[in-house]
């Protein structure tokens, strides 16, 4: 069965800004797994800041009611964006992929799975230096994904993709909790530092990661646990994380391999909920909280007073996000450079904060409708923040990029 897979360029975007420059932009979306449970479309748009304005300049408008926006995920290291949205045919996904590199375009990809199968995900997957968007489809029937066509950031090269490429898999993580995201579940094995990786049902052909964690850091019995980044600077594994106590602060035990100097350790973040985003050797990280399924445990997360105040017209908003995923939110941020482990904390008091880029040793976050840059100081600690602008759409902009 072939992927049928036309890539064609929907919009040229010519800005009049000098390519040379680097322009700050920020996407605005609500990601939403399934985006039709709400009445009113859910505005997603890239927005170029305009420094000497002080404004935002629409570039282009990703989303209409039929076509909400579902999954975004932000390769850092491959520079690129790719943004799921919803399709009207059934067995369909629309993928657009943004270059922030040298941002000119929006490359859109329809995929197609084929007859009795279903779009299951898609992930990126790392050959010769090359990335590759590889599209999963499912079929209950036989009870294995099928890998199929994947295609290359770089240049319009495609290839045949088997389970055994999950080896190679690029993950950056998630800066946005939702239920979609760019993990990748494992499973250790009790008696030695394999991981493997369940893509298909028969476990004795289930591709076995080819980092071996050292006998000091195994869990030593088989576990049901998260990759949640794994790039050419570091490898991050979620070990475990603490159950939810509703007067303290939990936290989550990270199992790290950094390429660069070539060593393992373990790390202790706060949080029980892990949301990172991975940019060079740096993690960066929005301190969250999960009470679990029972809903009757809900914490309010710090601000609700003031949030209520701006009057955010997003029918799917900070606090009716904390309650839907039942996460508290402290408002605590941190930096967690995986060579120096150096880690750098600060605290907002506003639960609806989050880091949006981290770039050439400056911060760039949200806290509510504001968004501060601040410079990290020899590696070790954050400067005087600047507010770069406050504007109601940035309660709703989740991810930032520089672009010539």
């Not at 499912?138 to 045949?160: A, G, H, P, T």
């Not at 911060?363 to 923040?385: F, M, T």
């Amino acid at each position: 069965m072939k992927l049928q897979v036309t890539v064609t360029i929907i919009c040229l975007l010519i800005l009049k800004s000098i390519y040379a420059q680097d322009r700050l932009f920020f996407l605005k979306a609500t990601p939403v797994d399934d985006p039709y449970v709400f009445s009113d479309d859910i505005p997603a748009a890239l927005l170029l800041f305009n420094k000497d304005s002080i404004k935002f300049n629409e570039v282009v408008k990703l989303t209409t009611y039929e076509n909400r926006v579902k999954d975004i995920r932000y390769y850092y290291e491959s520079k690129r964006i790719v943004i799921s949205k919803e399709a009207k045919k059934t067995y369909e996904e629309n993928l657009y992929v943004i270059n922030t590199d040298k941002f000119d375009s929006l490359i859109y990809q329809p995929i197609i799975c084929p007859k009795y199968y279903v779009y299951s995900e898609f992930k990126v997957i790392k050959e010769n230096d090359k990335p590759f968007l590889c599209i999963a489809c499912f079929n209950n029937d036989v009870e294995e994904f099928e890998i199929l066509k994947s295609y290359s950031f770089i240049d319009s090269s495609k290839k045949e993709f088997g389970s055994n490429d999950y080896k190679r898999i690029l993950l950056s993580g998630s800066a946005y909790f939702l239920q979609r995201n760019d993990y990748q579940d494992i499973y250790t094995e009790p008696t030695n530092g394999n991981i493997k990786i369940p893509v298909v049902s028969n476990i004795n052909e289930r591709p076995i990661f080819p980092l071996v964690i050292p006998d000091s850091l195994q869990i030593g019995k088989k576990e049901h646990i998260l990759i949640l980044i794994n790039n050419k600077s570091q490898f991050v594994l979620n070990a475990n994380s603490t159950k939810f106590v509703s007067n303290q602060i939990g936290s989550s035990t990270f199992i790290i391999y950094d390429y660069d100097s070539k060593k393992w350790y373990k790390q202790k973040i706060k949080g029980n909920y892990a949301s990172i985003n991975s940019y060079g050797n740096w993690l960066a990280g929005v301190v969250y909280d999960y009470a679990g399924m029972n809903e009757s445990i809900f914490k309010e997360s710090p601000g609700k007073g003031l949030r209520t105040t701006l009057k955010s017209k997003n029918e799917f908003n900070a606090d009716k996000r904390f309650a839907y995923f039942n996460i508290y939110s402290p408002g605590i941020l941190y930096l967690f450079n995986t060579l120096t482990q150096k880690y750098i904390e600060w605290n907002t008091n506003q639960g609806d904060s989050e880091i949006l880029l981290l770039e050439n040793d400056t911060v760039y976050y949200r806290v509510n409708d504001e968004i501060y840059k601040a410079p990290i100081l020899k590696g070790e600690k954050l400067g005087k923040s600047e507010l770069l602008i406050k504007d109601q759409q940035v309660l709703d902009i989740h991810w930032a990029f520089i672009s010539k």
